[in-house]
């Protein structure tokens, strides 16, 4: 028997399948700037290539909302992400007010009710194992019931603080400063996920509940911790999207959401739970905006965006189900 | 009196991944005569059923049906044919109503319609032999085991099959069910059906069976005409369990400390498992035996914590716990290697590495971050100690043939600090080689750690090979100790079958 | 051991009853009925009739054809965009001053409805993915489609086509038809339609596969069931449902919406959820989820009647939901599990 004696540079999963799937997408991102650099004006240029990059930044945060509900496994999904960042937004707009100082205080706001929200969300799924589709899209429209009220008859009034517009909106020389924020932001999950307990935790429970279940682990509770992160980073996004727009409006978030679950079907992580690699999913993301780009710069807009999306995640799904039939 | 052959079944083989199910069967049916099956586990006897049923297909061998050669796809279209096997359990809706259960599937249409009357009709022509005080228009999932079992046998009747199946219908059913049963079986004889009845219950198949074909490893090893040979039960357990003694290696029986290490108390209202009580020694092999489905599984996983339906009071050297959830075993020292490896015991897309240490996360005061080089080292050092071939630790567990898998799955264990080792059916699907690595390791363990090591296995042989005591469950109770010279195939089939 | 099972007495203790879901939803929807009808002064008057089934109609129907989807194992989440995509068809195929593009614009539509539900039908049978997430998928591809024929809300429709809503806004129709139609009005007729539709389907062998698929698959395909044709058929009975709701809308409003239908979705499953019909598949009335429907109508009106403020109402009735569904799931665990 041969062993390698060397550490293991991955510790947790499918190797060359990972490999695999990042390459894929990351051909499938320079087939789009190809054909976009040959068909369209300066679809090249740094300034739209860092720009495609800034935005898709947002997509990517929000996609790891989703990835780590995901990698918990029991078709865990949240659908509350958009609207958990915009009630965020709505509520934390007029205390900042432009200011800095109050920014520790709608800091602390935020992550007051990204844990109330994230929280609900965790129980309803996990203990009274309600399917997390209709948990968390239930969520999302008891938010927006909840912003419509508070918002009614008078306008959202508030602005952000300077320095999350900063963060959010501004740039340092060619580069965005989100970017650096997501940069962070990979390197203490990849961190997390693949160094410490909580990640082998998670992956575990989510590649397969009884197994994880006979090893002595929690599953209700790791599950319910992953919606109530999911919601704390939710609603910490919201402040950031309050800092890119400089105000706070009603359907702030909802544009996420699609997004967020396609960029990581995309990046290849499996639905299925259990595996979580981040880098992939920033790379969907990306991919889900260079598109984007394209289809508005041909003129097709919204509805070719969502169309688009659509057809895209279908056939993603179309292509790793049959990998997973068992009949 | 050697009625026309329906069914004649010549050199079957079938496999399942590496391991042969069967080598050799052949099975000969007649109009109106009731074959019986009989076998231990493992034997070929099941799977013969189901690939003359078409739920599986032959790898070689040939079946030929009133005469023509078949190849069924699936079972639907061996019932077309007139080839009707009895599900246990599987094939009904349970929000249904038992009539609408027999008919489906094979529904009549009136005009546009479902013929519902004449559904109706047939049901409880068919029940009324079998079960006649049930309601057709009760729902399935209202009904007992027993009951459900008899829907299944009126299903598979409905079409007026040529040739039926019953694969352990009675495992679920009453006495006085079992009867009638019996009595409708007799009056299909007698209108020309042919049957194959395949039981655990020695005296059911005497009753019953007009002959029986005996299964052991994989072949049929011997047919009884009981109208001509006359029923000998001894002369049937002797074929079950072979009479030629293979070379077995001669077994030492170890000296066992009286030290008691654990004593069970099992109490509750659970269906499958009754009231178990029983000591066990340090340094001791318990094995858990008997026919399967007794009643071994849901014990193992009692002990370990995971089978809520009971409850589970042991003493660990003096003191006293209540095993409700994994984590109170774990923490304890009682580590299950389950049964189902590939459903229980891994994450198959992950690593040998992460398989290995993930049960140590979950205990308690385990650091934050994983110390990686130090589990690197200790997950190769299991690795070469149980023999697992692999070109590295980093590989998914997917790629490893299912004895090395196993190894992995109980290489989870071997850094903790064990003090009872509860094994179900660790070696079930595992080539000659690593079960052998598997067992002497764990013999090894049990010897130089003084752990009490409890092990369920539906092979014989492995209980015979390395178990002190073995422990014989019927439905859901200890119903026989053996020890000493008293473990061997001969006692274990006999106590099994409740023949002694 | 007697041999007959314990469990049929259940039903016979008044707790037993109460915890049939038929027998809860329907006391629920008695309760809101009564409530609304001691709200509203005028809730027995023709008048005010015929307006709550024009206000209830497109839920109902949504909430059936979710409910066929549902009952069948699966679950649709691309109802209410599928809803907004016919309106827009429909309102893109016909033109104003010709009264013929009314009959294409039915056919056409039809065949879209059609195709919805093989696309969903696809996804959830044959291709086996989760329901939800197909249907979540599928729901932004009809979004897609109908901002491409109407980006914005509007379109064409013939005069005749008014007849869906209210038979008295047609000009030129015959005076009989008129009269009828203040009392039987023409939503009620579209909900016969598609009830009968469920009738008729239910006794055939597809009505009682559906049931049989969603209770358990893995034992309808053993005894021979296509489970793939069986899932794909219930979408599309789900689309004509959605169908015949959209005709009503463009009825109503003359004009398609690309973003119309997206609240009803959910409200559908609640509908459903409401009605006694298990989220599992396999049980439950398909008319209940008419009842359902009707039970979150009620409570719609109730709050309105109440005074809670229009901007509450999306958030009380969001709160419902959430309740509606997780109540059933706590009944069902204080059940003993079989």
């Known amino acids: 028997m041969n062993t390698v004696m060397s550490r293991p540079k991955f510790l947790s999963f499918r190797i060359y399948e990972k490999y695999k799937k ?197 599953v209700k509770k790791v ?79 919204d509805a070719g965006k969502w169309l688009g999306f659509g057809i895209i995640l279908f056939a993603m799904l179309s292509a790793y189900a049959s990998n997973r039939r068992s009949r | 009196m050697n009625s026309v052959i329906v069914l004649e079944a010549k050199g079957i083989k079938k496999h399942f991944g590496g391991v042969v199910a069967l080598s050799n069967g052949n099975l000969q049916c007649r109009k109106g005569r009731i074959t019986g099956l009989l076998g231990a586990n493992g034997s070929g006897k099941s799977t013969l059923s189901k690939i003359i049923a078409g739920v599986y297909r032959a790898d070689g061998g040939e079946i030929r049906y009133n005469g023509k050669v078949v190849h069924y796809r699936n079972p639907h279209e061996a019932r077309r044919d ?43 022509k068919i029940l009324q032999q079998l079960l006649p005080d049930l309601d057709i228009n009760r729902k ?79 072949e049929d090893v011997a047919t009884i005409d009981f109208e001509k040979e006359g029923k000998d039960p001894e002369k049937i357990v002797s074929y079950i369990t072979g009479e030629v003694k293979k070379s077995t290696i001669q077994v030492q029986r170890r000296e066992i400390s009286d030290e008691v290490l654990l004593k069970v108390n099992i109490t509750g209202k659970d269906k499958v498992l009754k009231d178990v009580s029983f000591e066990l020694r340090k340094g001791e092999i318990l094995g858990i035996g008997g026919l399967s ?193 008293d473990i061997n195939d001969d006692m274990i089939t006999a106590t099994s079958m409740r023949v002694r | 051991m007697n041999e007959v099972s314990k469990t049929g007495n259940v039903f016979y203790t008044f707790k037993g009853l109460l915890l049939k879901p038929e027998v809860s939803s329907f006391l629920i929807f008695i309760i809101m009925f009564v409530i609304t009808a001691t709200l509203q002064e005028s809730f027995f008057t023709i008048k005010s009739i015929v307006r709550n089934i024009n206000a209830f109609t497109p839920l109902i129907l949504l909430a059936m054809g979710q409910a066929v989807v549902i009952v069948a194992g699966g679950l649709d989440l691309s109802s209410g965009a599928a809803l907004s995509l016919f309106t827009c068809v429909l309102t893109t195929v016909m033109k104003r001053n010709d009264p013929v593009t009314g009959i294409y614009a039915i056919l056409v539509t039809f065949a879209v409805a059609i195709l919805v539900g093989m696309v969903n039908g696809v996804g959830i049978g044959y291709l086996r993915i989760p329901p939800v997430i197909v249907t979540f998928a599928t729901s932004y591809m009809w979004l897609g489609i109908a901002l491409f024929l109407r980006p914005t809300p509007g379109g064409e429709s013939v005069d005749w086509f008014r007849a869906f809503y ?44 559906i049931y049989a698929v969603g209770s358990n698959i893995e034992s309808a395909y053993v005894s021979g ?14 689309s004509v449902f959605i ?33 006694g019909i298990s989220l599992t598949g396999g049980r439950g009335s398909v008319y209940f989820a008419l009842l359902g429907a009707l039970t979150l109508s009620f409570v719609n009106k109730i709050i309105f009647f109440a005074n809670i403020p229009n901007a509450y109402q999306t958030l009380v009735s969001g709160i419902i939901i959430i309740v509606a569904i997780a109540g059933p799931a706590y009944v069902m665990f204080s059940k003993p599990k079989q």
């Open chain 1, 223 to 301: 599950r319910c911790i992953t919606f109530t992160v999911s919601g704390v980073l939710s609603s910490l996004m919201g402040l950031l999207l309050l800092g890119n727009m400089g105000i706070a409006f009603k359907d702030m978030g909802s544009n996420y959401v699609l997004p967020s679950i396609a960029a990581v079907v995309i990046g290849g992580v499996s639905l299925a739970g259990g595996e979580g690699n981040y880098l992939g999913v920033i790379l969907g993301a990306i991919f889900l905006q260079t598109l984007t780009n394209l289809l508005i710069a041909f003129g097709l807009g």
């Open chain 2, 140 to 218: 399935v999932h209202e009904l007992s085991p027993g009951e459900m079992q008899i829907v299944e046998i009126a299903k598979a009747i409905s079409e007026n099959p040529q040739l039926l199946i019953l694969d352990e219908p009675t495992a679920a059913l009453e006495q006085t069910q079992a009867k009638n049963l019996f009595n409708y079986m007799r009056s299909l004889a007698q209108q020309g059906v042919a049957m194959i009845f395949t039981s655990h219950r020695l005296w059911e198949v005497m009753e019953i069976c007009d002959d029986v074909t005996i299964f052991r490893n994989g």
């Open chain 3, 166 to 209: 209210k038979i008295d806004a047609v000009a030129g129709a015959p005076a009989v038809l008129k009269t009828i139609g203040t009392f039987i009005p023409p939503a009620l007729v579209l909900l016969i339609i598609g009830c009968l539709l469920w009738f008729i389907i239910s006794k055939t062998r597809t009505g009682r596969y």
């Open chain 2, 82 to 124: 007139g080839i009707a096997l009895v599900f246990q359990n599987l094939s009904l809706v349970p929000d249904l109503t038992v009539w609408q259960n027999i008919v489906l599937g094979v529904e009549k249409n009136r005009g546009l319609f479902l013929d519902n009357q004449s559904a109706k009709e047939l049901s409880r």
């Open chain 2, 293 to 485: 489905g007794q009643g071994q599984q849901e014990l193992i996983y009692a002990l370990s914590g995971s089978y809520p339906g009971v409850r589970c009071d042991v003493e660990l050297n003096g003191r006293k716990l209540r095993l409700i959830r994994p984590a109170d075993a774990i923490q304890n020292g009682i580590l299950l290697v389950p049964g189902d490896r590939q459903r229980e015991g891994l994450s198959l897309e992950h690593s040998i590495y992460s398989n290995m240490i993930f049960p140590k996360l979950g205990l308690r005061g385990h650091p934050l971050f994983i110390p990686e080089t130090r589990y690197c080292q200790e997950c190769e050092q299991i690795a070469r100690l149980l023999s697992i071939k692999a070109p590295g630790i980093d590989v998914p567990v997917n790629t490893l043939s299912g004895g090395n898998q196993q190894k992995v799955v109980v290489g989870k264990w071997l850094s903790f600090d064990i003090k009872v080792l509860l094994l179900a059916d660790p070696a079930k699907g595992v080539d000659v080689g690593a079960k052998r690595d598997l067992y002497e390791y764990i013999v090894n363990l049990a010897k130089e750690k003084k752990i009490g090591v409890i092990l369920y296995a539906s092979d014989n042989e492995e209980l015979i090979q390395y178990t002190d005591r073995l422990l014989i469950m019927y439905e859901g109770r200890i119903v026989a100790t053996l020890t000493g010279a």
């Open chain 3, 225 to 238: 069931i296509d489970t793939a044709r069986t899932q794909m058929l219930a979408c599309i009975i789900n």
């Open chain 1, 22 to 218: 990042i390459v894929v997408v990351f051909i499938l991102i320079v087939l789009l700037f190809v054909f976009g650099a040959t068909t369209l004006p300066n679809f090249l240029s740094v300034e739209q290539v860092f720009m495609t990059i800034k935005l898709a930044s947002f997509t990517a945060l929000f996609a790891l909302c989703q990835m780590i509900v995901i990698a918990g496994g029991g078709s865990g999904l949240d659908l509350s992400v958009g609207y958990t960042a915009t009630i965020t937004a709505v509520l934390t707009a007029s205390i900042m007010d432009g200011k800095n100082e109050p920014l520790l205080l709608a800091v602390l706001i935020a992550l007051a009710l990204g844990v109330m929200i994230g929280l609900a969300n965790g129980v309803l799924t996990s203990y009274l194992k309600l399917p997390p589709l209709v948990v968390t899209l239930a969520m999302a429209d008891i938010l927006q019931g909840i912003v419509n009220a508070y918002v009614a008859g008078k306008a959202i009034t508030g602005r952000p603080s300077p320095i999350l517009v900063t963060i959010a909106a501004k740039f340092t020389g060619k580069f965005p400063n989100i970017l650096f924020v997501l940069i962070l932001v990979t390197s203490i999950t990849m961190i997390i996920l693949n160094k410490t307990k909580w990640g082998q935790i998670l992956f575990g429970v989510g590649a397969n509940e009884r197994t994880a279940y006979l090893s002595g682990i929690n």
């Open chain 3, 243 to 275: 169908f015949l709701a959209a005709l009503f809308f463009v009825g109503q409003n003359q004009s398609g919406d690309a973003r119309m239908g997206g609240p009803l979705t959910l409200k559908s499953i609640a509908a459903v959820v409401v009605g």
